[in-house]
């Protein structure tokens, strides 16, 4: 199958069996959503989630996060693992954020990825999730299946979001970022991916079983 071929059959495979993507992560605006990403970090969204609906109950601003003091939302965030790491990097972008940015979470990539624990992947789910700002945000599962259905060599996560961008229009970014992830922990998993009953892999092929 040639590339143009296996790239429109991958597109419309995942607008049949993902239309409409939810994001994962619960949040009411770019701050809590910010918190959310941080605490992502190996760790299920699905716990995430979870603990975030606590943290929230105590702080959902920068303001009332840093009066809620690091031992505190280390506390709280315990069971998203590393929790002493994030809840450091919690309360100092929360105080960087109240004392440089007026409490508003900055639009600009290299604003966000000089707050403590954001890094590119981060800024770049904040840019297009939170601000609808164009940006293709590569986590574990874009980055494995890119490689399995040939769109990238899988050299490196930078080269798979360059990669990606160039497959993908713009404005399918928000989406196909979310159907990817979705789609790689429904049907194409890292381990015990039987190609076979994948439905893409079984149709374009699979560069490799497992990552």
Excluded at 17 to 40: G, N, R
Excluded at 59 to 69: E, R, S
Excluded at 108 to 136: D, N, Q, R, W, Y
Aim: charged fraction near 25%; charge should be positive.
């Amino acid at each position: 199958m040639k590339k143009a071929e296996r790239i429109k059959f991958i597109s419309e495979t995942l607008d049949e069996l993902l239309p409409d993507p939810p994001i994962p992560l619960d949040y009411s605006d770019p701050y809590t959503l910010l918190v959310a990403v941080v605490l992502s970090a190996q760790c299920t969204d699905l716990r995430v989630n979870q603990v975030t609906k606590e943290l929230y109950k105590k702080a959902k601003t920068p303001k009332a996060m840093v009066k809620l003091g690091t031992e505190k939302i280390t506390e709280i965030i315990k069971p998203c693992g590393l929790s002493t790491t994030k809840g450091k990097n919690i309360f100092n972008l929360s105080k960087i954020l109240v004392e440089k940015y007026d409490s508003v979470v900055p639009q600009t990539f290299e604003e966000l990825e000089a707050l403590p624990g954001v890094g590119h992947k981060t800024a770049s789910v904040m840019m297009i999730h939170a601000f609808k700002i164009p940006a293709f945000p590569v986590d574990t599962h874009i980055h494995r299946l890119a490689k399995r259905w040939g769109l990238s060599d899988g050299s490196s996560v930078e080269q798979t979001e360059k990669d990606l961008k160039k497959i993908f229009p713009e404005s399918e970014w928000e989406k196909r970022h979310l159907q990817i992830i979705l789609f790689g922990r429904t049907y194409c998993k890292a381990l015990g991916h039987m190609p076979e009953k994948c439905p893409i892999c079984s149709v374009v092929g699979c560069k490799v079983t497992k990552s």
